[in-house]
């Protein structure tokens, strides 16, 4: 089977990946390494000036095309259409896969062909688009909503339940839920023997992702003596918030708990991540966060926000912890009877790494990903409608 992915600003060096789509497309690839499949991935990228081929596999190849200057309106819609349709003249793949929506779906305003198409959701603009506090920020993510309702193709791929219910009723569609793919290197990181307390955040750090909260939280445990560590990676997108941050940081004498790394590479990640005991996700809103997977399927305690398409991650007290996000008061009990606790910490710890195998290996995602596609490319479907009527929903 040949097949067309289509990503926007996938980065020349693999290797300098920070996460979020990028890294979800680099997980899938890896899983089609050893399918008997034929891959071509086209990337529209800002920073080259002229085309570049990279060979990722011996069934890989990518594609990277000078986007041009102008906005991405215009790029995608008189460039970006023909680059397409160019390439799906000369490949004649089954399926032409959008890896994701917003407005890189723009390049099918020109009726590109009859070819079987996918998109698949990451984001949940509109909600997303209520977190913000900027209005650029929320007429980007308004705008990129629209465009995908007015120009997504009829085949979807969500990553959770949760998704799907954003989308409401979708007559005609059809979809499946297959989460995204991890990097097999998370779960070849050895269990700790011993917990040292040692608490990470990862992301992007703004009002969203709520990094305030957990600090409250730290805050009151050391007043309390539970002595956590909390190592902070990303970076900041707001300067008024960060100096919010900073200063309560200063302002009740947590500098010595708190280490800032900025954002790091995916190995720097990996390293990070090995030598830390309980990620923390304090979120207003997600959809099915791969910070998440990733603990998990290191083999780390996840403790996170009930919020978006967490709860269908965890399973609270088994694989991980859950809490309401309406006050600080929530967390810190699960904090607490994870301190010092090694026989929790590794139980759980335990529980999440076999469910990560399960869910989250790029192995199993792509037999899933290359099952829908086989299922839509041929003239039997096995098709059941979804209990919330949302669509067909293919089970895979």
């Known amino acids: 089977m040949k097949i067309l992915l289509v990503i926007p600003g996938f980065p020349l060096n693999v290797g300098e990946i920070k996460g979020g789509v990028c890294s979800a497309l680099s997980n899938l690839l890896n899983g089609y390494k050893n399918c008997d499949v034929s891959v071509r991935v086209i990337s529209f990228n800002r920073e080259i000036s002229e085309n570049v081929v990279i060979n990722y596999a011996p069934n890989i190849a990518i594609y990277y095309t000078a986007e041009g200057r102008l906005p991405h309106v215009f790029n995608y819609v008189l460039k970006g259409a023909t680059v397409l349709k160019k390439h799906i003249q000369e490949f004649d793949p089954a399926i032409v896969h959008y890896v994701m929506s917003g407005y890189i779906l723009l390049t099918r305003v020109l009726g590109l062909s009859n070819k079987k ?3 698949t959701i990451h984001g949940i603009a509109f909600p997303e688009a ?6 650029k920020e929320k007429l980007v993510l308004y705008s990129n909503g629209i465009v995908e309702l007015l120009l997504r193709p009829t085949n979807i791929i969500h990553l959770s339940d949760y ?3 954003q989308y409401g009723k979708s007559q005609n569609r059809t979809i499946t839920i297959i989460p995204n793919a991890i990097n097999p290197i998370y779960f ?16 992007n750090i703004d009002a969203n992702k ?6 409250k939280a730290l805050k009151n445990l050391v007043e309390n003596e539970f002595y956590f560590t909390l190592d902070i990676l990303g970076g900041f997108s707001d300067k ?9 940081i200063k302002d009740n004498s947590l500098e010595k708990y708190i280490k800032f790394y900025g954002w790091v590479s995916q190995s720097q ?3 990070i991540i090995a030598d830390a005991d309980i990620l923390v996700v304090s979120s207003k809103q997600e959809s099915l966060p791969m910070v998440i997977a990733e ?4 083999g780390k305690v996840v403790v996170a926000s009930s919020i978006g398409g967490v709860p269908e991650m965890i399973t609270h007290g088994v694989d991980g912890f859950l809490f309401n996000i309406n006050k600080v008061e929530n967390v810190l009990p699960i904090l607490k009877s994870l301190y010092n606790n090694d026989e929790l910490v590794h139980r759980i710890e335990l529980a999440a790494k076999e469910k990560a195998m399960l869910t989250y290996h790029c192995d199993s995602v792509a037999k899933k990903t290359l099952a829908f596609y086989r299922l839509l490319t041929s003239s039997v479907r096995i098709v059941r409608q979804a209990e919330q009527k949302h669509a067909s929903v293919i089970i895979i």
Do not use: C, H, W
């Open 117 to 119: 198409q996918i998109v």
């Open 130 to 135: 209520r977190q913000k506090e900027k209005l």
């Open 163 to 165: 998704s799907v219910s």
């Open 188 to 203: 070849d990181i050895p269990l700790k023997k011993e917990t040292n307390n040692k608490l990470i955040y990862v992301g």
């Open 210 to 215: 709520n990094i305030l909260f957990l600090l």
């Open 240 to 248: 008024a918030y960060e100096s919010q941050v900073l200063g309560y």
């Open 269 to 271: 990640l990996q390293s």
């Open 295 to 298: 603990a998990m399927s290191a």
